[in-house]
Structures are given as C-alpha cells and as structure tokens.
C-alpha cells in the first residue's frame, strides 16, 4: 500500500483509505474517490506534478497533494499475499475480497450483497456466540452467518487509521 502520488506507472489500483482532514474525505468523496473504489491511473506523477486518473467514467485531474492523501494498492497485489477465510479474521482487521467459494447460487447471493473481488471489508464486530459476523462493506454494516464466510477467502490489508 501507498499513496498515490507515489505510483510510478499506469494501471488499476483500489483506493484503500483517505487520509488527512475530514473536509478532505468528503470532498474527495463527492467526486467519487472513495475506499473500496478502484481507479486506473492515466498518468502518473512526476516532480510533484498533479496526475490524471480515470474513476467512474470520468477523468480526473489531482494535485500532487491531493494524491499524497489517497492510499492505493495495485489490484495484481492480491495475489501474493496468504489468503485466510474471512470467518478467521479478527475484530478491527481490514482485507480485501480475493476469491468466493462454493455453488453458484451462494456466489450469487454474496456478490448481490456487494462481496464481490477485490472490495475492501472490515470486521467490525463477531456475535458472542461467533455467528453471524458483522462486517464494513462499501460504507454499510453487513452481516453474514460464519458459514457464509467460510467461503469468501481475503487477504489481510494493513489500512492506517
């Protein structure tokens, strides 16, 4: 993970968190930079330069500053990475969607709810039982039963808070 203004070549990265400033966040989430999102970056940033990215459609032009806020991991990134049941993650710990499991018929129902590749999630809480678990997908609480999450397979994104 880095920040935007770091990437020093073209291509699709997911946009992990936003730093700095509240009023930043909503602004950058206004234009449609968000976590979870993924963008592809047109030109990359040089001698502190802005860039051009293209996001939902559009193309956007960014400062230098303005990208140093925004943290990205490359979407290719994923794959070297240990992958762990989303069941198996701990309370507080953020991954990204790499794989789901199982029939068709449960794919289809997990990706309607919006688990679908390469999605940022957070574990926000586990019942005390351990089932279900409720999770931060796209900006809303979700909660899944753990036999659910057995079948989504995540790997483990450190995002600064």
Do not use: C, W
């Amino acid at each position: 993970m880095e920040s935007l203004a770091k990437v020093r070549s073209k291509g699709q990265y997911i946009i992990v968190d936003i730093l700095g400033e509240y009023r930043l966040a909503r602004r950058l989430a206004e234009m449609g930079v968000a976590p979870n999102g993924v963008l592809t970056v047109i030109t990359v940033s040089s001698d502190e330069s802005g860039m051009v990215i293209y996001l939902r459609g559009q193309r956007l032009a960014v400062s230098y500053a303005m990208a140093q806020n925004i943290m990205v991991k490359g979407v290719d990134e994923n794959d070297s990475k240990e992958l762990v049941s989303l069941s198996h993650m701990e309370v507080g710990k953020t991954g990204t969607i790499n794989k789901i499991l199982g029939d068709k018929k449960l794919r289809k129902r997990l990706m309607d709810m919006g688990l679908t590749k390469n999605t940022v999630i957070k574990v926000y809480q586990v019942a005390p039982l351990g089932d279900p678990i409720e999770l931060i997908v796209r900006n809303y609480k979700l909660s899944i039963r753990k036999n659910e999450a057995d079948f989504i397979l995540v790997s483990e994104v450190e995002v600064m808070e």
